[in-house]
């Protein structure tokens, strides 16, 4: 099966700092860059026949010109016209949305040839012989969460058979914005910023060597923990800063405690899409922030507080060009600043979580799992994305910090967070 | 705190001259306590506990003693439609401007929060300095103060 779909544009454009940052991503993690697809499963809602489900489809690359985009150093690529493959899988007695996302993540599993191929791939999934759900896997050159959750609310009005407006705002016009002298300067400012923090910190994470590696070298702990979930919220509430910043400023607690440190240095994963146009963008946006934390506190609600202003100060110098931004971070030494950490919850909160939970860690378990082949994090903190488990994992090398240590650092963090309440 | 002014809002059961309550508090308060601005109000606002709602204060004084002052109370409005913007819709201007609530209780993320500050500092072709207390405003009369 395939699709032929022909926009209203095409062209070429430099490109933006979003697909910059991700460029390098790629190029850097070369055969494992597999890691950045982003697989997505997107549910036939209601009984439609295939062709109508091929149309939305269609609809949706025809609006936007990431998703008929090619990458090259040279920049980005839109054409007007072209020709999707689609995979037809029968789901047999399965569940179809658990085959739809088997099916994504294998695809995923397939690097993506950015130069010559189109940026995402399809297949239908089908049960007795009714289309159950779109399996797709995008390259994070084209897309973020946030613009996979836009194209699932498109997705949905498509499929009802509405008409939607036109797309105001492309990745095109996002290069040219980024060219414009105001975001220049902004791009300046931000690189200020780092190269201040960066004068004033050691060029690694950690100031011992790396010790003898486990086997698999690098894994991600798991904790998930109601109490947490439940301290966070109090602690947000009471302290009327987010429950971001409060389980950021444990994570950096911690982060000193094991690194003998009293000053922590970490790059925050963030969706940076802060300017009204670009909200709406289907594209890659999500840039790094560097905070920059002193543990000299005593009392942690204060720190939730400081990390709260920190994390503003941050999220504000994420806006930069990661080319401009490399060059200094080069001249500067090269410090390895890997140390991250990600709240990945679409919305502020866990509104999902049993109403009986409480502060008791009794419920708190861990386990491992091995990270993701290719994944070189020394220490990556990550708050999960489901709104009813209060989850906290963390990738570690553990040539620098072994599993019972990864494992101690999550417990920690919890008891942070509960013993602040 | 630079670029504040202390100001009181006097309730009274008779009429009194503004200049009563001064001679009144001349002996009482330490020169720079002495209130640079007052305004007499019907009824101070308060909360459902009965306690006074200070960010409501700061709004009837700058309704009354600038009265005027139309400069001040376009830019709250112009302000109070920025921070509905950058809140994209979660915030209405009128509740900005009602000033019963803190901008976080309302909803204002620091996402949001930094897209205000970006668009004033487009708007008002100025630099803002997020490292004094500037990032945590929970009213547009902070902001009014802090662009004065």
């Known amino acids: 099966m395939k699709i032929e779909f022909t926009g209203a544009t095409e062209g070429e454009a430099p490109l933006t700092w979003g697909q910059r940052l991700m460029w390098r991503a790629v190029h850097l993690m070369g055969p494992s860059q597999n890691y950045l697809n982003c697989p997505f499963v997107f549910p036939v809602y209601g009984r439609r026949d295939l062709s109508t489900v091929l149309d939305a489809l269609r609809v949706l690359i025809e609006r936007h010109e990431t998703l008929r985009t090619t990458f090259s150093d040279a920049g980005q690529r839109i054409s007007r016209d072209g020709v999707l493959e689609i995979e037809l899988v029968e789901a047999g007695p399965e569940r179809g949305l658990q085959v739809a996302g088997r099916v994504a993540g294998e695809m995923a599993h397939i690097v993506f040839d950015h130069g010559a191929e189109w940026p995402l791939r399809c297949a239908v999934v089908l049960k007795d012989g009714r289309p159950f759900a779109l399996a797709c896997v995008f390259t994070h050159l084209s897309v973020d969460y946030h613009a996979l959750a836009l194209l699932a609310v498109e997705w949905k009005a498509l499929l009802k058979g509405a008409a939607l407006p036109p797309v105001a705002w492309q990745p095109r016009d996002q290069a040219t914005l980024e060219a414009s002298d105001a975001w220049q300067a902004r791009s300046a400012r931000s690189i200020a910023y780092w190269r201040d923090v960066l004068a004033d910190v050691p060029l690694d994470v950690f100031d011992h060597p790396p010790g003898e590696p486990e086997d698999p070298r690098f894994i991600e702990v798991i904790m998930e923990s109601p109490a947490l979930a439940v301290a966070a919220t109090r602690l947000s509430n009471r302290l009327a800063v987010s429950s971001t910043s409060v389980v950021l400023a444990a994570c950096a607690g911690v982060l000193g405690e094991v690194s003998a440190r009293s000053r922590v240095v970490m790059q925050l994963v963030h969706n940076n899409r802060r300017d009204a146009r670009t909200r709406e963008m289907v594209g890659t946006v999500g840039q790094d922030a560097l905070i920059v934390l002193d543990l000299l506190e005593p009392d942690f609600p204060g720190f939730c507080r400081t990390t709260h202003r920190a994390a503003l100060q941050a999220y504000r110098n994420a806006h930069y060009d990661p080319v401009a931004m490399t060059a200094m971070r080069e001249k500067a030494g090269g410090h390895d600043l890997d140390a991250f950490f990600n709240d990945r919850r679409a919305a502020p909160g866990w509104p999902a979580l049993p109403p009986d939970a409480d502060l008791s860690v009794a419920n708190t378990r861990t386990y491992t799992e091995n990270a993701w082949p290719g994944v070189r994090f020394k220490v990556f903190f990550t708050v999960g994305a489901d709104a009813g488990t209060g989850r906290l994992s963390v990738i570690v090398d553990t040539a620098y910090l072994p599993r019972t240590t990864a494992e101690r650092m999550l417990r920690s963090v919890e008891a942070r967070l509960v013993g602040a309440v | ?148």
Request: proline letters at 5%; glycine letters at 10%; a negative charge.
């Open chain 2, 1 to 148: 705190m630079l670029g504040r002014v202390t100001g009181a809002a006097v309730v009274t059961r008779a009429p009194v001259t503004p200049a009563e309550p001064r001679t009144f508090l001349l002996d009482r308060l330490a020169p720079h306590e002495l209130p640079g601005r007052l305004v007499f109000v019907a009824e101070l606002p308060k909360n459902h506990l009965g306690k006074v709602v200070n960010a409501g204060v700061g709004r009837t004084d700058k309704e009354l003693a600038q009265s005027g002052d139309g400069m001040t109370e376009e830019l709250r409005v112009r302000l109070a439609g920025m921070i509905a913007d950058a809140s994209g819709g979660v915030i209405s201007p009128d509740e900005v401007l009602a000033g019963r609530h803190t901008l976080s209780a309302l909803g204002l993320t620091s996402l949001a929060r930094i897209s205000l500050i970006d668009t004033i500092e487009d708007v008002f072709g100025l630099e803002i300095d997020l490292s004094g207390d500037l990032p945590s405003f929970e009213d547009v009369d902070t902001l009014v103060a802090a662009l004065k």
